[in-house]
């Protein structure tokens, strides 16, 4: 515990804690209440298992950062089940050394990159590899405290991102199979069968809370269609068009711009239409998008099986423990591969997938087939190397790589995070606001210029009263839809109103402002007019001018 706490607490008092995604900020709105000033228990993208005990910690101790707190101690919790599987493997010293460099890095690098999605990916990791030991090498036996804190894990990793739960499980894998075919008691099997129990209770749980809930009843099918759309490469307008003839090419360059709240036009109903256009999984994906990151993945892959390898080549094991260690990291590089052939490696995604492949093969090594004795917590020495000099030669040079990529790592994404605290954007962004109580801003995937406060301190910001976020799946919230019935606003068309009321604005990019404006001149009036009121600045992401822009009809 004390490995990972420390990383923590030297990396908050180095470089004050961002959240990675907008996602994040958004997440923690929702769930203190202050999304559109409307409270609310649900949140957009984590279920109610997690977000409705957070929602009353909020109301109980309002101003506190408990989304940011749970993140943490997840994280901590995480990474200490992790280094007690490293401590208690029997390797070779040189094998053992590399494993906790790399361990350390892991943990470095999903600190320094704080958002939901790893944190998800992690504890759910953590909490399986609590149960598994047991279940898959141990004697039978009954419940013990450590199963308790696994299911506590696996509950809210999973619920915490489902997505990233389920890919955990993917990995994991193997050991139902090594389970299975090496150690059948009933007490192994109750434990998988819990596991699985957990997940999909969770998951149930989490669906009705949506469908129960006035305002959110309708959010799970649009967010599962418009995902199958919006989470996978860009399709054409050709091919939209076969499926969706009614938009225009402009439409769908407004779709992608996640400016999709006019849901009218953009429904449930649309977003299922269109899903069988999108090449959801295909070779012809690979390098669509960040070049940067798909190498990423790769190395990744490459990473995961290296690991494998070396693990491999133990003397301690024989061929069932390779077996093992084989079928994960295949698991492992599954998981990579399907990232790749939906062009979605991204680093929130790729990061994790390599620690939680490492946390699986960490207690795939404990299928050894020496007997575990009293100094099955130290490394294992048997026999002394042969050239100590080498074996010391590589450690250096391995620990100096992973600090040359975290040193990398942390000038090219968490720099410029932190670069955003001193940007002006946030201030001119929060002075026109001010200055226009009765204006309602319309934010068009601009919102992250009000996101420049760290983690902690986000708690006790004050969502403006005059501000609506639009780049997501919110249109079908409670919250929306009680912020729409305060201005007076019809939710099925929104952003049509903006050239037919006077006192609403639109905050966007400037290289974007063409595509809105086609936009409506085509669903409004063609006469529509566009003026600049006010450019507020650039900030850390693009060099591109966040402006006010008002619409008329001429």
């Known amino acids: 515990m004390l490995i990972p706490l420390a990383i923590l607490l030297v990396s908050y008092l180095v470089q004050t804690p961002r959240y990675a995604l907008a996602d994040d900020y958004i997440q923690d709105l929702f769930v203190s209440g202050r999304f559109l000033g409307e409270g609310s228990a649900l949140m957009p993208y984590t279920l109610a298992p997690v977000s409705i005990p957070l929602s009353l910690l909020y109301a109980l101790f309002p101003g506190a950062p408990w989304y940011a707190i749970l993140l943490s101690i997840l994280i901590v919790v995480s990474f200490a089940v992790a280094y007690c599987a490293l401590f208690s493997l029997r390797l070779p010293r040189v094998t053992w050394s590399f494993s906790l460099i790399f361990l350390l890095f892991c943990n470095v690098l999903v600190t320094w990159y704080l958002t939901y999605t790893i944190v998800a990916f992690v504890a759910t990791a953590a909490g399986l590899m609590l149960v598994i030991p047991r279940a898959a090498f141990g004697e039978p036996v009954g419940p013990r405290a450590s199963d308790v ?32 075919v090496k150690n059948r008691s009933a007490s192994a099997i109750l434990r998988a069968v819990v596991m699985v129990a957990t997940i999909a209770a969770c998951y149930g749980i989490g669906q009705m809370a949506y469908l129960l809930t006035p305002g959110w009843e309708g959010y799970p099918a649009y967010l599962d269609a418009g995902r199958r759309v919006l989470d996978y490469p860009e399709a054409t307008y050709e091919e939209l068009a076969v499926v969706a003839p009614e938009l225009s090419e402009n439409d769908v360059a407004m779709m992608y711009d996640w400016n999709f709240s006019d849901t009218d036009i953009f429904n449930t109903e649309l977003f299922e239409r269109m899903a069988p256009a999108v090449r959801a999984y295909d070779v012809s994906n690979l390098g669509l998008g960040n070049l940067s990151q798909t190498y990423l993945a790769f190395a990744g892959i490459v990473v995961v099986c290296a690991i494998a390898v070396v693990y491999a080549c133990s003397r301690a094991f024989d061929a069932s423990g390779r077996a093992l260690l084989a079928a994960v990291a295949a698991m492992g590089v599954v998981d990579f591969l399907v990232v790749l052939l939906r062009d979605r490696p991204r680093l929130h995604v790729v990061i994790p997938m390599i620690a939680v492949s490492f946390f699986a093969l960490l207690i795939a090594a404990r299928a050894q087939r020496e007997p575990r004795g009293v100094h099955a917590r130290r490394p294992h020495h048997s026999s002394r190397p042969q050239h100590p000099a080498l074996g010391n030669a590589a450690i250096i040079v391995f620990a100096i790589g992973c600090l040359a990529v975290a040193g990398a790592f942390n000038l090219r994404y968490v720099v410029p995070m932190q670069r955003q605290r001193t940007m002006s954007l946030e201030e001119n962004i929060s002075s026109y606001l001010a200055e226009h109580p009765n204006e309602l801003c319309i934010f068009l995937g601009t919102q992250g210029g009000l996101m420049g406060s760290d983690a902690f301190s986000y708690a006790s910001w004050e969502y403006p009263s005059n501000a609506l976020f639009v780049a997501g799946w919110e249109a079908r919230t409670a919250p929306w839809g009680d912020f729409m019935r305060e201005w007076e606003l019809e939710e099925g068309d929104l952003l049509q109103q903006l050239p037919q009321r006077g006192n609403m604005s639109a905050v966007m990019l400037e290289s974007d402002v063409d595509t809105m404006l086609q936009y409506l001149r085509e669903h409004v009036d063609e006469g529509v007019q566009v003026e600049l009121v006010e450019d507020l600045g650039s900030g850390v992401i693009t060099s591109t001018h966040t402006c006010v822009y008002r619409f008329s009809i001429g």
């Open 149 to 180: 804190a696994a299911v506590l894990l696996v509950a809210i990793g999973f619920s915490l991102r489902p997505e990233s739960g389920m890919a955990t499980f993917i990995v994991f894998s193997p050991f139902v199979v090594w389970m299975l």
